[in-house]
Nanobody, 123 residues
Framework: VQLVESGGGLVQAGGSLRLSCAAS????????LGWFRQAPGQEREFVAA????????YYGDSGKGRFTISRENAKNAVYLQMNSLKPEDTATYYC?????????????????WGQGTQVTVSS
């Protein structure tokens, strides 16, 4: 499975961005898809995940109420809509995929990763 993120960039605080991730696998629709982020000097942090079978969504504390994850299986795509962005949201955002729903908040549980897209929020 290859994952390619896009949509990052520079935005002012309070603004919005929509990240996209395109996957190559035909079995994409059955995978759990997640978004993580990593700021310089910090560990990679869980942001959100969406299951393949039911489309259930899960969020980390950092984006709860501001971020929305969604997927479009027909396009092999997953999205992260980020609203009310804050300077502390500045990080590299990574798309990830895993085959089952266990431990979906844990980065070590994911099987595939994209290269990341940079999000910078200015104050």
């Amino acid at each position: 499975v290859q994952l390619v993120e896009s949509g990052g960039g520079l935005v002012q605080a309070g603004g919005s961005l929509r990240l996209s991730c395109a996957a190559s696998a035909r079995t994409f629709s059955s995978h759990v898809l997640g978004w993580f982020r990593q700021a310089p000097g910090q560990e990679r942090e869980f942001v959100a995940a969406i299951t393949g079978s039911t489309g259930n969504t899960y969020y980390g504390d950092s984006g709860k109420g501001r971020f929305t994850i969604s997927r479009e299986n027909a396009k092999n795509a997953v999205y992260l809509q980020m609203n009310s962005l804050k300077p502390e949201d500045t990080a590299t955002y990574y798309c990830a995929a895993k085959r089952n729903e266990f431990r979906l908040r844990y980065r070590t549980a994911y099987d595939y990763w994209g290269q990341g897209t940079q999000v910078t929020v200015s104050s």
